[in-house]
């Protein structure tokens, strides 16, 4: 979540008071990323530092409530965060990629039960990101931010079940030459994968 | 809540001999009315076997099944088939409606077969069409239909009466994920009003509308899910950045 990013395009139509921002953000992203208002006063400080929102003073009822405008260099930073690619092609550092890639060298595991397990309580996540979406039928916004959770979370099991399928055809996995040392380089090995 | 469908130690061997495969090996579950199993596996795993054993269509090499509290194998083959007609809904991958039928005339069929009069037939099948939301498509042909509101007759005809078992292989079939998920919603709902379900696929995102998800690999039944505290412990906590 870029935070920084998505108070600008709140900005973007009006000046608007932190605790609005706030309920407008939460609203927008189905409250699956609550904010505080300490942390929406606190961003829109650095913001108007670096020229990008501009203050325009507080509220009469509530004292500790600021209003917030949008400069020209705030949109203009807007825009081109929104054109900016969020890929960059580089493979994330996938915790569940790593564990199952170094159980493989690790000798009495059975790798076939490291991928159940991740499965298995992927799924329980998904269960429960499921229940949430079926109670919030008819929110929009709700529903797109779960729908891009579960789509992910997928994308996990489908990876785990393509594994799978491939260990169990039999496949081996070739550890690289060791560099040689001092006399005591290992022979190249091929592991059967269990 | 009560159990409506019980499979134990249920062995299913196609062939004999040295060509003998068993399919589905000593599975044992449970499910109760009003909740929702999915099995999930990979093609070729017992899924499909499991299901059709679990519907009376298929019968096991050794172990019971058990349809409200009645073992199947004590039925006479009558009793078997009413039972299916009457108490057990299913939906397959094929669909299976006759083209030649409307989609009112397709869900109430199974009614009329049972013996209730064609006007009371067309009247319940009305109202399960309404269920699943299609009643203004009751007097379409079936080949006049979309994939999805075929999909919704198939699940109309078996939540159709008082069904107690809903049984799905697939039910999404090849519908895009927000179709599909229309027919979940469906599924949940009338589970969520007392019909026990069992649905199999090797779709994650169609298992997790289950209340349990239960993994089968080579017949076997291997694990099963828990089911994890409130939504709010995924809601990720203030700080995110």
């Known amino acids: ?194 | 809540m009560s159990t409506t469908l019980e499979l134990c130690d249920v062995t299913r061997t196609f062939g004999s001999g040295s060509t003998a495969f068993t399919a589905l090996s000593e599975a044992s579950i449970a499910v109760d009315a009003g909740e929702l199993v999915a099995i999930m596996g990979p093609s070729g795993s017992g899924k499909s076997t499991l299901l059709t054993i679990a519907g009376g269509l298929d019968v096991p090499s050794s172990g019971s099944v058990l349809f409200e509290g009645s073992d199947l194998a004590s039925l006479t083959r009558d009793e078997r088939s009413k039972l299916r007609r009457s108490s057990i809904g299913y939906v397959f991958q094929e669909l299976n409606l006759l083209s030649s039928l409307t989609a009112a005339e397709n869900v109430a069929m199974p009614l009329e077969l049972d013996g209730l009069r064609a006007k009371q037939a067309r009247r319940v099948a009305m109202a399960a069409l309404e269920q699943v939301g299609i009643a203004d498509k009751a007097g379409s042909f079936a080949d006049d239909l979309s994939g999805g509101e075929r999909q919704r007759v198939a699940i109309a005809r078996a939540v159709v009466g008082e069904r107690s078992l809903l049984l799905a292989d697939e039910p999404t079939g090849a519908l895009d994920s927000v179709n599909g998920e229309d027919v979940m919603r469906i599924v949940r709902s009338a589970c969520d009003s007392g019909t026990a379900g069992v649905i199999v696929t090797h779709d994650a995102q169609l298992a997790a509308w289950a209340d349990r998800v239960v993994f089968i690999r080579d017949g076997v039944i291997t694990d099963t899910t828990q089911q994890m505290p409130g939504p709010e412990s995924l809601i990720i906590a203030d700080g995110a950045t």
């Open chain 1, 1 to 194: 979540m870029t935070i920084p990013h998505a108070l600008l395009a709140l900005l973007a139509p009006e000046a608007k008071f932190g605790l609005r921002l706030k309920e407008e953000f939460e609203a927008r992203t189905g409250a699956i990323w609550p904010l505080n208002v300490g942390q929406v006063y606190a961003t829109l400080g650095r913001l108007e530092r670096d020229g990008l929102v501009e203050y325009r003073g507080g509220s009469d009822d509530a004292p500790s409530q600021k209003l917030y405008e949008l400069t020209g260099a705030g949109f203009e930073e807007l825009r081109r965060w929104l054109h900016t690619p969020s890929v960059d092609g580089r493979p994330p550092r996938d915790e569940v990629v790593i564990k199952v890639m170094v159980a493989l060298t690790v000798p009495g595991v059975d790798v076939g039960e490291v991928i159940q397990s991740h499965r298995r309580q992927t799924l329980e996540v998904m269960q429960a990101y499921t229940r949430t979406k079926a109670d919030a039928a008819g929110d929009l916004a709700a529903t797109m931010v779960i729908d891009a959770e579960l789509l992910r979370l997928e994308a996990a099991v489908r990876w785990l079940d393509t594994c799978e399928a491939r260990l169990r055809r039999g496949a081996t996995l070739d550890t690289p030459e060791p560099v040689p040392d001092s006399g005591s380089a290992a022979p190249a090995k091929s592991e059967t994968i269990r």
